[in-house]
């Protein structure tokens, strides 16, 4: 199985999704999440910000944000797991949105900032 992955570019900018969907299957399974289903979006500054001030309480743009749907264990045995959503703004982060990508997909399992988050970030690069 693989991790199956929707892509969904409102960015208003071209991007390299194929590249991100690679990344992200890459990714997660060397975090041993071999299947399941993830969503990557590409957002405007503007959307982003958005998001950012409803769901954090912080008003201003940023390069990614996770949105976990559930927890690491799987709900049901042989059915996907649905992972969640990973937002990425291209205007913030740029061509250099691969480290951002790995950022928010370590939030999406579970991971907070610190060392051993820096740590994992420093494998997938």
Do not use: Y
């Amino acid at each position: 199985m693989t991790v199956a992955v929707e892509v969904e570019n409102r960015s208003g900018v071209e991007v390299d999704e194929n590249g991100a969907v690679e990344l992200a299957r890459r990714v997660l399974e060397a975090e041993g999440v071999p299947d399941g289903e993830l969503g990557l979006a590409f957002v405007a500054p503007d959307e982003i910000r958005a998001l950012k001030r409803e769901h954090l309480g912080i008003d201003e743009a940023t390069d990614v944000l996770s949105f976990p749907l559930d927890g690491r264990e799987h709900v049901l045995e042989g059915v996907p797991r649905a992972l969640g959503d990973v937002v990425l703004c291209p205007q913030v982060v740029g061509s250099a949105w691969r480290e951002p990508l790995v950022h928010g997909l370590l939030h999406l399992l579970g991971h907070d900032h610190g060392a051993a988050m820096e740590a994992r970030e420093a494998v997938h690069r």
